[in-house]
């Protein structure tokens, strides 16, 4: 299993049968690398979304439009997506899994908010949502942007994740201080990715704290289009 960060929240996941694209926000995003585009983008299968602002649902469309692949998340995104962009989905909702080339995803909850501005006007997208993922022996929690939440307590009774990939760059989402807290008082992680920090300036810059708070995790500061790599 391998775990590629392309930059803010734009994640790569490949587990079983399954390539994942997460939030591809890829040309727009002044982390990535352009050049890159083709290597981080090839053969994926599914690309899933946890809400509908620009900097996660990004070139989501032309990409499920390149590849023929479908567009996976709440029910009122995914029928935009179709509607707008002529693209295949599977839209479902909070508590529902979905079986995809051998991984199973399951919708949770995230609080934050969701829209898309189309055509000058700003429209609700359903409801912002985390992932959990699991297969060949691990479970990822991808919290997408998000606070912290009560529910998380049960989200980490029910599905136990190993990995933590977490928003935690502040102002829109949790910061590292927030981020640390939900992890050790909610979740039992081997490993936390932080992800939405450093694209802009009014982002936490380095995930110091988050690293001094989880002395028992493995703590991972992504570097892009370098996979992390998972037995």
Known sequence: ???????????????????????PWLHQNPAFPKAQTEAAI??????????GHSDHIGDALAIAAQKSVP???IVELVAWC??????????????????????????VAASHSSSITHEGARLTAGAEVGFMIAGEGHTIY????????????W???????DIGILSAGGHYTMDMKRAAYAAKRYFNFKTVIPCHYKTFSVLEQSAKVLI?????????E???????SFV
């Open 82 to 107: 179709q509607e707008h962009g002529g693209v295949d989905g599977l839209g479902f909702n909070k508590g529902g899994t979905v079986g995809l080339n051998g991984a199973k995803v399951t919708m």
């Open 212 to 220: 001094k708070a989880l002395p028992d995790v493995q703590v991972i």
């Open 71 to 73: 567009i996976v998340g």
């Open 155 to 161: 989200m980490g009774d029910v599905h136990n994740p």
């Open 1 to 23: 299993m391998r775990i590629t960060f392309l930059g803010h929240s734009s994640f790569r996941i490949e587990i079983e049968r399954a390539v994942f694209l997460i939030d």
């Open 142 to 153: 991808v919290s997408g942007d998000t606070d912290i939440m009560a529910d998380m307590e």
């Open 222 to 228: 992504p570097e892009v289009m370098v996979p992390i």
């Open 42 to 51: 090839e053969g994926v299968t599914h690309i899933l979304l946890t809400h």
